[in-house]
């Protein structure tokens, strides 16, 4: 399994690696992207089983930016857009629209990336 984070804080980069982790039961390999053009190369030359991004990224103009980003560069990849600053009820209800995954950044995080991937990737 393949798997891109697109993520610029560390600790939350290692936060989402270890729920990874926590959730296979098979090796995985895990690319990092710091910013959303470093994304856009890695998914332009891998393929991915599942994308967890942020949705505040270096070289992104807005949330919206990283999300069409994203979603057009993302091949077959399942995607979970993911953020620890709240987002509004327009931009969630446009999330939830679209049959997009998102997952706030809490005490939750690793229970709800876990379940995810039970139900969609084993």
């Not at 990092?32 to 967890?52: E, T």
């Not at 995607?79 to 709240?86: G, N, Y």
């Not at 679209?98 to 706030?104: G, P, V």
């Amino acid at each position: 399994m393949k798997i891109l984070v697109i993520e610029d804080d560390f600790s939350h980069f290692h936060m989402i690696k270890m729920s990874i982790k926590y959730a296979m039961d098979r090796p995985v390999a895990v690319d990092n992207a710091l910013k959303l053009n470093d994304a856009i190369k890695f998914m332009s030359i891998n393929n991915y089983d599942l994308i967890i991004s942020d949705l505040f990224l270096p070289y992104s103009s807005t949330l919206m930016n990283t999300i069409e980003n994203v979603v057009n560069n993302k091949k077959d990849a399942i995607v979970v857009f993911c953020s620890a600053v709240k987002i509004s009820e327009s931009e969630l209800e446009h999330l939830k629209s679209k049959n997009w995954e998102f997952f706030a950044k809490d005490e939750k995080f690793s229970d709800n990336l876990r379940d995810l991937i039970e139900k969609k990737l084993k």
